[in-house]
Nanobody, 125 residues
């Protein structure tokens, strides 16, 4: 079992940057694919970015490509989401997730078994 704790959210002006972190418990972190999802008020949860278990593959939603970067440090059991050039439409609660589905569909909610509690990101215009 994996427990995930997300941090790093906050209030930032449009054009600014934030780095989210997701710390995982357990000794098998390096066997899990990791993803970031977000949910804005009144909207469905949506995929943001994902990284494969060994860091070899990354995936991004079209809306964040070129602005966000996902990475992981397996020695620290942590996955990061560097968010640059933030826009007001990026405002949401961001959650990290872990899963062992190796089918390659890392942008799907159903791929993930464990979820963190979420961290609020607010981008002002």
């Amino acid at each position: 079992q994996v427990q995930l704790v997300a941090s790093g959210g906050g209030l930032v002006q449009a054009g600014g940057s934030l780095r989210l972190s997701c710390a995982a418990s357990g000794r098998t972190f390096d066997s899990y694919n990791m993803g970031w999802f977000r949910q804005a008020p009144g909207k469905e949860r949506e995929f943001v970015a994902a990284v494969s278990w060994n860091g070899g593959r990354t995936y991004y939603a079209d809306s964040v490509k070129g602005r966000f970067t996902i990475s992981r440090d397996n020695a620290k059991n942590t996955v990061y989401l560097q968010m640059n050039s933030l826009k007001p439409e990026d405002t949401a609660v961001y959650s990290c997730a872990a899963g062992r589905d190796y089918s390659g569909n890392l942008n799907r909610l159903s791929t993930y078994n464990y979820w963190g509690q979420g961290t609020q990101v607010t981008v002002s215009s």
